[in-house]
């Protein structure tokens, strides 16, 4: 799979990276983002790429792009608890 740089994905390790987990930080299941590191090559190059943490943007390694998913709209919503609006959703 072909990833973009700063694109959110969900980390679920195939491959390589089930093989080997010394090159990366991360747990399966997390929300990442791939990065552009100055020097390194670009991602997907040999289909690998440098993730970060979502929400931290603590670097978390390098990992195999097949191991990266796009999230689903149900991981998207499950962002946690969230700020009420203050408007009641209308029910028709």
């Known amino acids: 799979m072909r990833v973009r740089t700063n694109a959110i ?3 679920r390790p195939v491959g390589y ?3 080997m987990p010394e090159h990366y930080s991360a747990h399966a299941g997390q929300r990442v983002r791939v ?3 100055p020097g390194a090559p670009l991602p997907n ?3 690998q790429c440098h993730i970060a943490d979502a929400r ?3 670097f978390l390694g390098m990992v195999s792009t097949a191991s990266l998913y ?3 709209p149900v991981e998207d919503n499950d962002a946690g ?3 009420p609006t203050g408007a009641p959703l209308r029910r028709d």
């Open 9 to 11: 994905y969900t980390f």
């Open 56 to 58: 931290t943007g603590e």
């Open 70 to 72: 796009r999230p689903s």
């Open 81 to 83: 608890p969230q700020e």
């Open 35 to 37: 990065i552009k590191l």
């Open 45 to 47: 190059t040999m289909g």
């Open 17 to 19: 990276d089930v093989l």
